[in-house]
Nanobody, 118 residues
C-alpha cells in the first residue's frame, strides 16, 4: 500500500489543523492505521492509532483530549484532527499502516510538517 500524507502547515498556538492520509490499495480496510511524529532532535513517537473499524483507538498522553483520529474505509483515508495545538506539537507527522498482528508498521507515508508558533 502507498500512503500520502497532507495537511501540514504553520499555525499559531491554540489553533487547529487536520492531517489527511490517502492510501492506495483495496485492502486498506484491513490495516491498523497510525499517526507518528518526529520533532527535531527527538525520536519518532506514536501519536494515535486506530483499528480497521475505527472502534478501537489509542492516543499518546501528550495529545489525548486534543487530537482525534478517524478513518473512512470507503475513501481509503485516515484523518488526524488536531486542536488546541501547542509549540511542542511541532514535528513532521507520518501516517503508517500495519497488518493487525504485525509487531511493527509495514508501510509509511512521506511525512508532513506541522509548525506551531507561540
Amino acid at each position: 500500500v502507498q500512503l500520502q500524507a497532507s495537511g501540514g502547515g504553520l499555525v499559531q498556538a491554540g489553533g487547529s489543523l487536520r492531517l489527511s492520509c490517502a492510501a492506495s490499495g483495496r485492502t486498506f480496510r484491513t490495516y491498523v492505521m497510525g499517526w507518528f511524529r518526529q520533532a527535531p532532535g527527538k525520536e519518532r513517537e506514536i501519536v494515535a492509532r486506530l483499528n480497521w473499524s475505527g472502534a478501537s483507538t489509542y492516543y499518546s498522553d501528550s495529545v489525548k483530549g486534543r487530537f482525534t483520529i478517524s478513518r473512512d474505509n470507503a475513501k481509503n483515508t485516515v484523518l488526524l484532527q488536531m486542536n488546541s495545538l501547542k509549540p511542542e506539537d511541532t514535528a513532521v507527522y507520518y501516517c503508517a499502516a500495519k497488518y493487525p498482528y504485525s509487531t511493527s508498521y509495514d508501510y509509511w507515508g512521506q511525512g508532513t510538517l506541522v509548525t506551531v508558533s507561540s
